[in-house]
Each structure stands twice: as C-alpha cells, then as structure tokens.
C-alpha cells in the first residue's frame, strides 16, 4: 500500500530544479525506486541527494511511497496536469492581479496568442514546409 | 494675463513650445501616414528592418520633434537672451498651453514607469515560479503555463521566458530557432522601442496603424535575423512558428504587449502566420546592417551647429510671441 505525507498541503510549495527533474522523471514512469530516479537524470548525482530530493517530494505531498523489499517505491500523488494548473493559477494570480498591468509590459512574443489559428491552416502549412524540406534534400543530392 | 519669474516662464516657454511643436508633428505624421504606410509595405518583403524603422521614425516623429525643438530652440534661446531682471507678464493661453504640456509629459513618464513596473513585475515572476535551463547556448526561463509560448521580456537586462509547453513540444533545435528569433529583438533593441511608443501617446487610426504595421515589421525583420540567411534555418524556424500557433493556449496567455495591438487583427486571423511563414519558405538574405543613420546624424548635427546661433533671435522672437 502507498503511504501519503501527513502534510500534503504543502504541495503548493515551489519546486527547486531538481526537484522539478526528479518529479519529470517520476510522472514519466508511473513509479520509481531511488536507483531507477538516478539513472535517468541527465547529470550523475549521488544516491543519497535523489533519495533526500524524493523524501523532501514526498513530505511536500508530491509523490506517495510504498516499501517493497528494503527500498521505497514512489509515485505521483498529483497528476503533471494538477500540478500545471495549480502553478498557472498562481502565475497569472501573481502577475494579472492588478487591473491591466500586462498591457504595458515590455515583451516580445515569437507568436501572438490572442489569434486562435484554424487547424486545416496549419495542416496547410506543415504541408507546405516539408514539401520545402524534401524539394531541399532533393537538391542537396543532386548537387 | 499672469506675472512670473524667470524660471516659471522658462518652464512656461519650453513646455507651450514642445507641446505646439508635439501637436503639429502629430498632425503632419497623421497626414503622412497612408503614404508611409505603403512606402513601408514597399520594402517589407526585402527590407523588414529598414521598412520598420521608417514606420517607427515617423510614428514617433511628434515626439522627436517636441525633444528636438526644446532641446535645441527654446532653451537655449531662452537662456542666452531673456533678461533675467524681475517677473514679466504671460498670457493665459500660453499657460493653458504649458499646463497641458506639462500633463502630457507627466502621462508618458507615468506610462514609460508603469511599462516598466509591469516588465519588473513579470521578470519577478519568471525568476520565481520559473525554471533556469539552458537551450543551446541560451539561458531560459522555463515558466509554467500559461504565459507567452515564448518571449523576451525587459529593455534592460531582459529576460528569455519558455512556456512549459512550448519547452516540452517543441524539439531543441526549435526551442533554439525560436530563441534565436527572441534574441533578434534584443539586438534591435526591439522592447526599447516600445517604450518610447508608450511615451508617444497620439489619438487617432493613423497612429494605431503605424503601430500595427512596426510590430509586424519587427518580427519579420527577427525573423530574416535568427534565419540569416540560411534556408534550413529559416525552414526550422516556420516549423517553430507553427508548432507554437499549435500550442493549446489559455485566454491569459497571450502575449501582453501586443495584445491591444492585435487584437484588432481579428477579421484577418491567421494571415500574419501565414505571411512570415510564407516569406520564411523563400528567406532572402539579410540586407546587411548598414548605419546610415551615423552620416544623417553627424549631417544633421552640423548643419544644427551652423544654423542654430542664427535661428536664436527668430526663436527668441516666436517665443515671446507665445508667452505675450
């Protein structure tokens, strides 16, 4: 059976990187032990600092855990989608809290949101940019 | 008629002067528009940097045209020949003239502080709730969505933000064209530029057309940027366009700053997308940087060092007509 974190509602807290790697690694697979979490992070840590980033995940009531033999298996006691929707509504709680304060921030989007753009003019173009690519390659043999 | 003292009527002079100078450039700038506009729609598909700085010099040309004249008329006319001996009378128009002057100035430095208040305010949050991760030789934001797909916020120090959607659909060489585009602005000192928009406050079409058509303009100019040329690069970077257009999207995660700007495009949705990835699909190259505004400038500060002590006593002249 899994065990919960006595205090689960701590989960708002923010995640360090690590933290967020580890949680990418444990929502991937479903479950994992300390030793399966350290193989696959990208950058080679010690055992012992997954196994505290794992517990700190469990006491924030990120993730559940179960024994099974002498090592503890975890798994996410909040889905990613949860998770996201609970940080958007904290990100847009902190920065659209006052009236129209984004409509004078200084940003450059590679692509404008407020459009909502047809699916079958996407498909269009998708189109129109690997028929570019092969018509390239094409060229890039013969030459 | 009301009596002041020196400095009150230099303050009078400069802000009546800039502001009549700032209304009649407003004026001829609404005027010039149409024709600006289609000399801009001219040179886009070739010169999209060119044809955006041309859109820009003349929308901000009220505001040129206010620094200039007090800059170099009324203030040093003002200073070397009006005698500084005792208060003198000025007319009620020429204060009604000053006090709307003044106001005008104070709103766009309100506006420029709150822009960047609100810059300030966004940053915070990205360097709070988002992730530090490097994409290439980029360093990034990675924030949670939703917020703008993919952005570079600030004038100074500005910041690189990814969406967590867009950082975990788009493949790295995509993250990089589209970094790579963000960076184009930062090189054109493209949200520095918004903000002397912000400080050019004008009513009427003509000017949100300008502004409409320079946003454009600056990303099809960091578009021909990022690509530089390079055909495979720019076929990225249409993908990248189209794979961000593909993000599911939040109501609030529209871009900010161009929010007012297009969402006025509705009647035309899509058609800019289709327009950069169409010229994407046939990149030219670059137009090489060229600074001519480096021989205009020393030009025009020569020819200002020649005929400035010769205009003083005509300036002189307008501005106790403006006072009286």
Not at chain 1, 36 to 65: C, H, N, S
Not at chain 1, 83 to 103: D, I, S, Y
Not at chain 2, 120 to 146: D, S
Request: glycine share 4%; with cysteine; proline share 6%.
């Amino acid at each position: 059976m899994f065990s919960t974190a006595p205090s689960a509602a701590a989960a708002d807290a923010i995640l360090g990187p690590l933290e967020s790697r580890v949680m990418e690694i444990v929502w991937r697979n479903s479950e994992a032990n300390v030793r399966q979490v350290a193989a696959l992070l990208p950058e080679p840590l010690a055992y012992t600092t997954v196994m505290t980033t794992l517990d700190r995940l469990y006491k924030k009531g990120l993730l559940e855990r179960r024994k099974k033999s002498r090592a503890f298996i975890y798994a996410p006691r909040v889905s990613r989608a949860q998770w996201l929707r609970r940080r958007a509504g904290e990100f847009v709680a902190n920065f659209f809290a006052t009236p129209h304060p984004e409509r004078e921030a200084l940003l450059s989007c590679l692509l404008d949101a407020v459009e909502q753009y047809d699916a079958a003019l996407l498909d269009d173009l998708s189109q129109q940019i690997r028929d570019k690519r092969r018509q390239m390659e094409r060229e890039a043999e013969r030459t | 008629m009301i009596e002041l003292p020196y400095w009150a009527r230099l303050l009078c002079a400069c802000a009546a002067s800039g502001l009549v100078c700032y209304a009649a450039a407003a004026v001829l700038s609404a005027l010039g528009t149409p024709w600006i506009l289609r000399r801009a729609q001219h040179r886009a598909a070739r010169q999209p940097a060119r044809a955006a700085l041309t859109v820009l010099v003349w929308r901000l040309l009220p505001l040129l045209a206010a620094v200039f004249a007090v800059t170099f008329l009324s203030l040093p006319s003002f200073l070397l020949l009006e005698s500084q001996d005792g208060a003198e009378a000025v007319g009620r128009l020429c204060c009604l003239l000053a006090v709307a002057g003044l106001t005008l100035t104070c709103g766009s430095l309100t506006r420029m502080v709150r822009a960047g208040f609100a810059t300030w305010r966004f940053g915070r949050c990205a360097g709070r709730e988002g992730e530090r991760r490097r994409v290439g030789e980029h360093w990034v934001r990675v924030l949670p969505a939703p917020a703008p797909s993919m952005a570079l916020a600030g004038a100074w120090r500005p910041l690189l933000t990814v969406s967590y959607p867009a950082f975990s659909t788009l493949s790295r060489q995509q993250l990089e064209a589209g970094l790579d585009h963000e960076r184009a602005h930062l090189r054109s000192g493209d949200n520095l530029k918004r903000l002397l928009l912000l400080a050019t406050p004008v009513p009427g079409g003509a000017h949100r057309s300008l502004n409409r058509a320079w946003a454009r303009l600056a990303e099809w100019a960091a578009d021909d940027q990022a690509a530089a040329g390079d055909p495979h690069r720019s076929l990225l970077l249409a993908s990248t366009l189209i794979a961000v257009a593909r993000l599911p999207i939040a109501p609030a995660a529209s871009c900010p700053s161009l929010a007012p700007l297009l969402s006025t495009l509705d009647g035309e949705r899509g058609r800019d997308l289709v327009e950069r990835v169409q010229r994407l699909l046939s990149p030219h190259a670059a137009a090489p940087a060229r600074r001519s505004w480096l021989p205009a400038l020393a030009a025009a500060a020569l020819t200002a060092a020649v005929l400035l002590p010769a205009t003083q006593h005509l300036t002189h002249a307008l501005l106790e007509h403006l006072l009286r």
